[in-house]
Every structure is written in structure tokens, then in C-alpha cells.
């Protein structure tokens, strides 16, 4: 009664206050088991009183009556009755009638024996599948009984149970509608008793195996296989197609070639083959102050504010299971559904100020499967980086984590489908770890003797050849590159199905290879070498719609590094092209990006391109290259600042100053320190460099203003006049004209030279033509404007009833 108040009592508590409790406090959990089984019992014992009932009809006595089969309805009266006659005379002469006897007979033959041939061959599935579920989240050895090859290497033997229990409820069903019926159309006295016996035991059947699968596929989804075929099982890559043993010795030479290609991590997580692997990681360090003394950088403000790495909430649990499972079943768009909404939802709920849970306190609950632990960490610290300040140790141990994950993708049979904005995450955010490192790294001033020391120790991890290298694997290995050339020739259908597999194979490869040169660009814009970083990108065609503009983070991300390569290497008709295009694709649909998790960047991101924007028609005036839309967007944040930025004096240095600290990537240097020499802070040095370039270059474009202000005046000009009015002699004004022909071009990706000019120009002799490219007006864009609005009239005035 106890147990049954406390139900009572949980049952009207609050949601959030349900959800802290306690597995062990919850009464539903203690009811649910006793309940169960007692319904199964009656259940089994119904079917079994039926079938006795129906065997005593088929078999009656020494008295020879059968149970249950007199006959209650009036009969009409026989003019003809032959005398002499028992229960089996015919009443209606002439008509073809069964007797009791034979009834029971077909009932025997044709119902009850085949029905019992089919229960005692899947009575042994469905005794083993209520042991297991009763049993569960404890593997059974009755799992046994369904073990093979198939059952090994695909769902696991709880899956096939599962399955076998559905297959034997749908043929009991369909016994109980056919077989069953049949008896009816016996009109026998005894046939209506022996159809509910039958209809009766059938449904209780079919409701035992249904509920039996139910119970397998939601209670007991956490039960693998560990049987003869589970040594082979080396995680959700499940090697189903390798034919071949990997030996230990095999491993080791490949770990051991794999290290010396791509340099170790140092770190003990590398060893795959390590019991203790998880284990290995330290959850406990928290975000270190680096202002503090040594003593309190060592404790952990988490344990202060009551974190519990080993505590797993119901709502925790259910996620990893649920996640775990969909993942196995290559359910890409519930997991999307939970990676996208669920996780970020947990996370603004439970874990807004503290780490989710360790990797080791969920890991039983999905069997420790290496590389699910491997997926899970690596949200585990995109959390810690998004919501908390990551310690030195933990940054160490994410960059361990992205080596053991991609070293599962590169050298193991990967056969899982993730969605791909989860993909595109991993690239994004193995990038951006690398560059808060190395931001991290660099301010060597306040750093306590314990960091130095980790930072000597664990010199290889976030190395930038490390990072290259592996981004470059990825690429090479999954044969991007040769995939988007045989997709040109119509060979292949990789950016129509958004890089999904749907003939039962796996895209992780190779949309983490295709997000890879997207992550290369990304990583030499931050070493400030835009030209490999635009030959990197060299194979997706930026000018149609691809894979990278599925997901709206990856599309934004390579036009903003696109085009501001493309401005730092004097590309500007590229970059205002790009820009416009991302500019207005935003302006369209971020209010469908409002609820996400990225909406904030998009619109950090938004407002930076604006503002490379503004840079790039400063120094090349192109607006007929601009929409309608973009231009009146630019003009309202900075068409006061474009027109001093025109003067190019102190003034508009300043601004140009401004705009390209605000919009410029957060370049890093990659060296590490030297810890024999004084340290000091070294992060600002490679944005110095680069806005000393770039100024460099405006400051160029300054002896050049004044020629552009001539040109646009005249169409012919001899050089003497010129030189007059800008107050310089005939070889100094060729000299500027020839600058100025060099400034106003470029060297595409392609190696031609194309020209950036609103105004060209040529010399013959002493003259100077003038060539001025006059904008087309686009009419095509005003009538749309004016069809739309008029079908808007013609709307209104349809609804306006006239009296």
C-alpha cells in the first residue's frame, strides 16, 4: 500500500520535480514490473482454461456429453421426423448437415493441430523474449537462442527477438481471423462454443507475442549482443563487409603507421585496444582562472556548484539510449530530430551552467560502445566550449578524442548514416578548438608553471600539421574530389541526395571528407594564406547549389572565407559577387532560423559581411554587381562611412581599420612558444600583420584616387594634360597609370588575369582613351516588381464585394 501511495502521490508532482528523482525513488518503476507479470499470468491463464475447455468438447467423457454444446435456440418443428433418432438426426432433410462428431473432428484436424504446431515452434521465442524484457537492462543468456550470423552483425539478437515475436503475433491473427471464422459456418451446436475457446486462446496469444516485442524493442533496447559474434563488433562500425580477421598484432602496425604518418597525440586514448581508455579522461577539471594561484586553479568550481559527472538523469538516460539505437537503425532524421532539438533542449534545461555527464557514467547503458563514446564526447566538450571556459587538461583531451574518432573513420568499415549538420559540426568546431588553442596558447604572460609544464609535455596536441594532415586525410580518403568529377560527367548522385546513402551504406566519410576542404579553407584564412585556401576549395563550384548549402552554418561559413580570400588577394568583382548572393539569401530566410542554436552567429556573421562589403565597393566600386536589397541594407549601416572612406585620409583609415578588425577572421599563429626565452602575449601578432598588409594596400589605393577622378571625366586625355592637373611629371604619371592598371587587376583561380575597373583605359603615343563599362539597367527586376504588386491589387479588389 505504501508503494501504491507513492504512485498516487507522483503521479500529480510537478514534471521537473519527477524528473530529479532517483531511478530507485520512482514508484511507476517499482509497480510496472509486478503489473506486468500478473497481466501476462492472467493471460496465460486464460488461454490455457480455453484450451482445455475445447479439448474436453473434442474429448468427452464416459458419459459422451460434450461441455458447452447443447443447442438453446428454438428449433422448428420436423413434419417428417424419423423416429428413433438422437442428437445427431437431421431436422431439415435434404440439406447437408455436419455432426457433432464431425465437427470436432475438423476442429481437431484442420484448427487445433496446425495452431498447436505453430505455438510449439515459437514457444521457445516467446518464453525467451519475457525473460529478457523481464530481465532487462541485464543481458540474458536466452539471447542465446537467436544468435547467428545474421543477428550478430546487424540489429543484435534482442532486435531479431523483437522480430520473431512480431512475425508469430500477425500469424496468430491471422489464424484467429480465418480459422477461427470458419468454425461459424459449421452451424453445429458445438461449433459456436469451440470458435470462442479458439478466437479466445488465438488473441491472447497474439497479445502476449505483441506485447513481448513491444517490451524488447522499448524496455530492453539497451541489451547487445555478447556472444560469439560481439568480438568482432569493435563499435557502430560493425564490420560486416570485412571478411578478415584483425589480429592484435595487425592493429598495432596499423596504429603504429597511422601515428608515425599523422604524428601521435601523445595521449593514452590513442591505444584503442586500452581497457581503460574512457576511464583515461579527467571530467572533473573545470575552467581555470588564469589570474589565480596553482592551489585554486586545482579545485573545481563544478563540485562547488554541485555537479556530479557520474549523475545521469532519466531524461539523460532516455536520450543516450534512444540516440544510441536510432544511430544502429540508421534513422537519420530522428537522429537530427534529437541531435538538433533534444540535445540543445537538455542542455538549456539541465546543463546551462555545468558539463553533461561523463562519458563513463552513460557509457553501460549503450554497452560501451567505443565509438558511440567517441561521438558522445565529442559533443560533451562542444558543450564545455560553448557554455563553459575549457582547462588546458581538457582542451588536450578533446584533441585526443577528434584523433580516436577520425582515426575510426579513416581506418575502420564505417556503417552509420548522421545527419549533416552533425557532420558539418565536427569539422566546424575540430577547426574552431584548434584556433581557441591556439589563441589559448599565445598568451604566455599569466600562465602558471602547471600549464607550461602540460604544454611541454603535450607539444603535438592542436599541432597545425596535425590539423592539416588529418583535414587532408579526410578528404583524400574518401575520394571527394574524384566523386564530385565523376558527379559532373553524371557518374555519380552525390550532391542530389545531399550526400546521404540510400542504397544501406554510409556517408560519414565522405561528407566529412567534402566538409574538409571547406575546413582547410577555413584554416589558411587563419595562417593568412588565402591562395592554397581557395585551391582547396578549388573542387566544389561555389556558383550552384551543393552539399555545403544544405546546411546553413557550412554555407556561411564558405562564403565568408571565400570571399575575404578573395578581397586579401585584390579579387574584389569575386568577393562582392559572393557576398551579395550569401547577403540576400540570409536576408530572405533567417526568420526560419530564428529557434536555432546557430541564429546568433548567422547574424554576427551577417553583419560582418556587410561590413567586407563596404570594404570591397570602397575599393572598387562595382554596385551594379549589388541587389536592390543588399545595396539599401549596406547603405543604412554604413553609407556614411563609405562616403569619408572615399577620401582616403586619416579619417578613412581609421574606418578601414575599423570595419577589418570587426569582420576579419581571428587569425592565429601556430608556432609554439619559446619557453627558454621571456614569456610574453603573442595572440595579437598575426592580426597585426594582416591589417598592416591590408592598410598597406588602402594606402596604395590612395596615389591612385585621383587618376580614377580624371578618367571618369574625359574619354580622351593627352598625358601632358594629365600630368598637369594632377601636378606630376609625364614618367611619374605613367608610372601611376601602369599602378593603377596593376591595382585594378587580378589572377583568378583559373591563372587569368581579370580586371576589377569600373574605368579601363589604353595609351596610344601621348593620347589616353578612356573605356568606360556602362552598367546594363536590368529592367527584368522592375517589371517583376510591378507584376507582383499589381497581382496584390487585383487580389484586394476581388475580395472588395460591390453593392
Known sequence: MEVIGDALRQAFMPKHEYETLRDEDKAWGKLQRPLVTAFVAFILLLVIICTTISLNIVFPGDSGKRPFCSDERLQPLSLNAKGGGGGDSDLFPGAYYLTDQETVDYYLMVVFFPSLLIFLLSALYLVAGLIVAYTAPKRHECLKVVENNYCASKRGGVRCLSVLNIIFAIIFGLLALFLGSSLLTLGNSCSVPLFWCYEISSWGLVILFGGTAFFLRRKAAVILDEGDFSGRNLGLEMLEANPLEATPEVERRVNEGFKAWMGSSLLSSDEEDEPDTMASFDYDDAPANSAAPASSQSQTPDAALGYDPNFVPDSVKSFVVHLYRHIREKNVYEIHQMYETSFQTLSERLFKDTPWPSVDAVAHFVDNDHVFCLLYREMWFRHLYAR????????????????????????????????????????????????????YRAKMKNKTEQEISLLKQFDQAWNVYGVLNYLQALVERSMIIQILEQEKEGLEQFTATDGYDYSGGSNVLKVLGYFSMVGLLRVHCLLGDYHTGLKCLLPIDISQQGVYT???????????????????????????????????????????????????????????????????????????????????QLREKYGEKMIRMQRYDDEAFGIYDELFSYACPKFITPSAPSFEEPLVNYNQDAYRLQLKLFLYEVKQQQLLSGVRTFLKVYSTISLGKLANYMEVDEPTLRTILMTYKHKTHAVDVDGKIVSNADVDFYVDDDMIHVVESKSSKRYGDYFLRQIVKLEGLISDLDRIKLD
Open 388 to 439: 563553459l571556459s575549457p582547462t588546458l587538461k581538457q582542451r588536450i583531451d578533446s584533441w585526443d578524442n577528434y584523433c580516436s574518432l577520425f582515426q575510426v573513420v579513416l581506418h575502420g568499415v564505417v556503417n552509420m548514416q548522421l545527419p549533416n549538420q552533425w557532420l558539418w559540426d565536427m569539422v566546424d568546431e575540430f577547426v574552431y578548438q584548434f584556433q581557441s588553442f591556439c589563441q
Open 550 to 632: 544544405s546546411v546553413i552554418g557550412s554555407h556561411i561559413t564558405t562564403i565568408y572565407h571565400y570571399g575575404f580570400a578573395n578581397l586579401m588577394l585584390r579579387r574584389y568583382v569575386e568577393a562582392i559577387r559572393e557576398f551579395n548572393k550569401i547577403l540576400l539569401y540570409i536576408y530572405k530566410t533567417k526568420q526560419y532560423h530564428q529557434k536555432s542554436p546557430q541564429y546568433e552567429q548567422i547574424l554576427k556573421k551577417n553583419e560582418q559581411m556587410y561590413a567586407l562589403l563596404a570594404i570591397c565597393l570602397s575599393l572598387c566600386p562595382q554596385v551594379k554587381l549589388v541587389e536592390e536589397t543588399v545595396n539599401s
